[in-house]
């Protein structure tokens, strides 16, 4: 019998890229919230590299990192929802376009935590992912990034795009306009409307609360 675990945190987004992969494969597992500020011991002993969610226990080996786990539920546990094109040179632009959205999506949260001139330079830094992806991208007429269903890079961007639409709010800028990103809030509305996507997915409103605060935190003069 296969043991499946999959240690994560709420308001992660990373966290939330892995329990949609797991639902749409339709992959039994348990699942342990972690506390960020209170890290367990199970949590520390499985990653004790990055010390960070999400970690997957598969019959009690952990795999970290969500795109290296998404990859390896589709090696080891493939089920009914293909998340990867089978074809080598298809699953290479695949993988291109995920970590694009992985390495340009630091941005974003450099958006978060800071102000200022760094934070004019990571809004243009987000400006441009996002302009890359809606001018480059492999979304084409499809309605996903993986054609007619959920793949790899709808998992990717799903998550970084939730979660800019809450720092957007935080920080009171604008960056994913309808107008400016047609192809890619077209394709956002499909992906957030996918049941198990819409019912898989932390409230905006409580990652608001969230993030407000720590966003709070980090802004507090250190007290000389």
Not at 204 to 213: A, D, R, T
Request: aromatic content about 12%; some cysteine; overall charge neutral.
């Amino acid at each position: 019998m296969e043991s499946v675990k999959l240690f994560g945190a709420w308001p992660s987004p990373f966290s939330s890229r892995v329990i949609w992969a797991l639902k749409l494969k339709g992959i039994k597992y348990d699942y342990i919230e972690e506390d960020l500020t209170n890290k367990s011991s199970l949590l520390l002993q499985f990653n004790p590299v990055h010390k960070k969610v999400p970690v997957l226990v598969h019959n009690g080996k952990p795999i970290c990192e969500s795109l290296i786990i998404l990859e390896y539920l589709e090696d080891v546990l493939p089920h009914q929802h293909q998340l990867l094109p089978k074809e080598p040179f298809e699953r290479s632009m695949v993988r291109f376009w995920a970590k694009f959205t992985e390495d340009k999506g630091i941005a974003i949260w450099i958006l978060f935590r800071t102000t200022g001139e760094d934070q004019v330079k990571a809004k243009k830094e987000s400006l441009n992912m996002l302009t890359t992806l809606e001018e480059h991208g492999p979304l084409g007429n499809n309605n996903f990034f993986g054609g007619e269903k959920i793949g790899f890079v709808d998992i990717a961007l799903g998550s970084v795009i939730y979660w800019l639409e809450v720092i957007e709010k935080i920080v009171e800028v604008k960056l994913f306009e309808a107008t400016t990103f047609p192809k890619l809030h077209k394709w956002y509305n499909n992906f957030k409307d996918v049941p198990i996507i819409k019912n898989n997915i932390p409230d905006q409103h409580q990652l608001f609360l969230f993030f407000k605060k720590l966003r709070d935190n980090i802004m507090e003069p250190t007290p000389m």
